[in-house]
């Protein structure tokens, strides 16, 4: 199997970063390059500027800047970096972006954490059309390896 462009898609949690690590260590076992990209929900951006009655484009440009700021961290901290190829923030519906941006980067694999920030399921989104996580297998015919947190140091 030739693995050598690999996405992680990370919305910077627990979990998605669990999966980095995995990447990692999968990337070098088969000479793959990284892809990390994080997708900011159009959806809430324009809840939090309504809330907050900002224009939607502050927002925006307020979110992708904290984005860039947290990749940067990401990878002054992480002893990975050398494998990255590019780091993206993307707006939009984050299914579509992560699946826009395998075709665009012609991706072998996406690997991505079970869960992100908002938890384990529950919202009324998720249980009637599924997690971002689904609607990616769902909609890409290349590979996805969805890593739940504490694997594989934890049996579930």
Same mark, same amino acid.
């Given at each position: 199997? =030739?693995?050598?462009?690999?996405? %992680? $898609?990370?919305?910077f949690s627990e979990c998605a970063m669990n999966s980095l =690590?995995?990447?990692?260590e999968m990337a070098q076992q088969? #000479? ?6 994080? !997708? %900011? =929900?159009? @959806? ?5 500027? *309504? ?9 925006? +440009? @307020? ?18 970096? =050398?494998?990255?190829?590019? *780091?993206?923030?993307? !707006?939009?519906? $984050? ?7 395998? /075709? +665009?980067?012609?991706? +072998? ?6 869960? #992100?920030? /908002? ?10 059309? #599924?997690? *971002? ?14 890593? $739940?947190? #504490?694997? $594989?140091?934890?049996?579930?």
């Amino acid at each position: 199997m =030739d693995v050598s462009l690999i996405l %992680i $898609p990370t919305d910077f949690s627990e979990c998605a970063m669990n999966s980095l =690590d995995y990447a990692k260590e999968m990337a070098q076992q088969f #000479g793959s390059k990284l892809v990390l990209l994080n !997708v %900011i =929900d159009s @959806r809430e951006a324009k809840h939090f500027a *309504t809330y907050s009655k900002e224009e939607l484009d502050k927002v925006l +440009d @307020r979110l992708m800047n904290q984005s860039k700021q947290a990749f940067r961290k990401l990878l002054n901290n992480w002893d990975g970096k =050398d494998l990255v190829q590019e *780091t993206l923030v993307s !707006v939009g519906m $984050p299914f579509q972006e992560i699946a826009m941006k395998a /075709r +665009d980067f012609q991706v +072998d694999l996406i690997l991505m954490g079970g869960y #992100g920030s /908002r938890g384990k399921g529950g919202t009324i989104e998720e249980i009637f059309f #599924g997690s *971002t996580v689904e609607k990616v297998v769902r909609l890409l015919p290349c590979p996805v390896l969805c890593v $739940p947190i #504490g694997w $594989p140091d934890e049996r579930l």
